[in-house]
Structures are given as structure tokens and as C-alpha cells.
């Protein structure tokens, strides 16, 4: 059930009526309505008034707290069963995987849960998590996902990002699958900085650029596509 009502903010926040999230205008419905009950207009009165105001705010503060836990719900793993043993992924194979975390693209940076997407290893032991959002049917005849957002978005992580990787179960909606919990510490590039002929950049002291800390969740169909990602993942992490 928790998982379900996660589901159901996450579509109220990112599907879109007349270019504002759905939830926005939800809740001008609710303050509207409380608003007319305490002035009498409506039955209900300062007291059904008040209902209405509460159900505004516990919807603010549901979407704080679902937005902390990105939408999903993730069990670890009990102990007592053991990783799967430290093993490369080809850099020619692709992976499906259903992930949640902070996808990029040329520039731009959004939060996404439970995307079908697909995982990559290459031989420098970077990962790539590559997710097409697609248009999606229009909800209840009239929000729709917005157009922006539509095409390719991709999380990059570097092997020595990689801080620990945890085994569970992601609930998403009614969906229970096998998944893994990546956490992951990232330097952020300093714009200011020059760019060689090889990326790398000059001119500030690595120790002082600032860092990212994020949680990334990818879910699996199966036992046996997690114990993969995971073996590949573990020769990153030191077995964490």
C-alpha cells in the first residue's frame, strides 16, 4: 500500500495540466474549497474548511517525504545470503533494468522513478545507465507528461564513485522486484575550470571542488540479471 501511494504523488508531480504539475493545481482546488466552506458559501462550515486545509498540507508534506525516498520503497535484505561472486560485465552487453536516481543530458538534470532503461559496463570500469522517457498516454484525458522531457537521459557512474552497493527489494506501485541500492559520491566539475584535449581540467584544486552524495536504484525481472549487475558492481565497491 506505502508503495502505492508513492506511485500515485510521484504521477500527481510530474504529469502536467496546462503546463503546471497536477498536484499544484489539486491543491488550488483544496484552498479554494476551504476558503468557500469557512466563509459559508459551502456546507462544512470553519470546520469542514479546516479538513480541507489539513488534506492540503498532508499532501505537501507527503510529496516532501515521498521526494526524499525518490518515490520507491526499498526492504534490504535480510542477511545470510551470500554476494554473488566479483565478476565483469562485457562492455558489449546491454543489460534492462528499471532505475530510479538523477538522470542527465546535455546540460540538464531531473529526478526519475522507475524508468525502464538499460546498464552498461565499459573497460575503464565506467557505468552507464541509459533510459529513454517516452511519451505516455495522456492521464485521465488531460495531464499529460511534459513534451522537455521526452528522449534519452543517462546516470554516469565512475568506479571510484561507487561507496557501497546494497541488495533488497524495490516496491514501485504494485511492482515488487529484486534490486540493489547504489550509494554514490561524485565531484562536480567546476565550470570555471580549463578543459584540456582530454577532459581533464586545470586551474583549481581537486580537494576543493564541491561533491554530490546520491542514492540510485535499479530493479531487476530477475534474481539473476541483480546477481550480475551486482557481481560487476562489487569489483568497484571493494565487496561493499
Known sequence: MFAIILQTLYILRRYQVLGAPAQRWILIVLLLAAFVMAAGLLPGGLA????VLLLA?????GQR??????YVHFWPESGGQPAPAAAPISPTEKLAVHATGLFEVE???QHFSDLLAFYRSFSTREHVIMAVVQPARRLAGLARWPEEEIGMWYIFVK???????EPGVLGFGRARRPALRLLV?????DKTAVMDAWGLQ????KSKLATRQQTIYLSFDGEAERARVMGDLLL???GR
Open 48 to 51: 469542514g474548511g479546516l479538513i
Open 107 to 109: 546540460g540538464k538534470a
Open 185 to 189: 559520491e561524485q565531484v562536480l566539475p
Open 159 to 165: 568506479s571510484n564513485e561507487l561507496r557501497a552497493v
Open 202 to 205: 586545470w586551474g583549481k584544486d
Open 65 to 70: 517525504l515521498a521526494a526524499g525516498r525518490q
Open 236 to 238: 568497484d565497491s571493494g
Open 57 to 61: 498540507l498532508a499532501l505537501l508534506i
